[in-house]
């Protein structure tokens, strides 16, 4: 099957290729913010140190009115967070 990614949506682009990868591997990442609270956000971790041999990474999103989430906030403020991998068990 061929698809020609120049004929659907980004967001159907996007819907396709978190489709395609059965099972999602999840990951939690954790980070604090500047009075110390500790936040721990769910993520389908789909690019992985195989593809990219500097590290793992993923991708956070804003909220519709644009605001930030905590986890890039925290991020942007600590410099500092842990990608927490789910294994099987």
Same mark, same amino acid.
């Given at each position: 099957?061929?698809? @020609? /990614?120049?004929?659907?949506?980004?967001? @159907?682009?996007?819907?396709?290729?978190? @489709?395609?990868?059965?099972? *999602?591997? &999840?990951?939690?990442?954790? /980070? +604090?913010?500047? !009075?110390? +609270?500790? !936040?721990?956000?769910?993520?389908?971790?789909?690019?992985?140190?195989?593809?990219?041999?500097?590290?793992?990474?993923?991708?956070?999103?804003?909220?519709?009115?644009?605001?930030?989430?905590?986890?890039? *906030? !925290?991020?942007?403020?600590?410099? @500092?967070?842990? &990608? !927490?991998?789910? /294994?099987?068990?």
């Amino acid at each position: 099957m061929k698809i @020609d /990614t120049g004929d659907i949506t980004l967001q @159907d682009s996007s819907h396709l290729m978190t @489709d395609v990868v059965v099972p *999602r591997p &999840i990951a939690w990442v954790s /980070t +604090v913010d500047e !009075n110390g +609270v500790f !936040n721990l956000a769910p993520f389908l971790l789909l690019w992985t140190g195989e593809q990219f041999p500097d590290g793992d990474w993923f991708s956070v999103g804003s909220y519709r009115d644009g605001k930030k989430k905590d986890t890039i *906030r !925290n991020i942007e403020l600590t410099k @500092d967070f842990v &990608i !927490n991998v789910v /294994t099987k068990p």
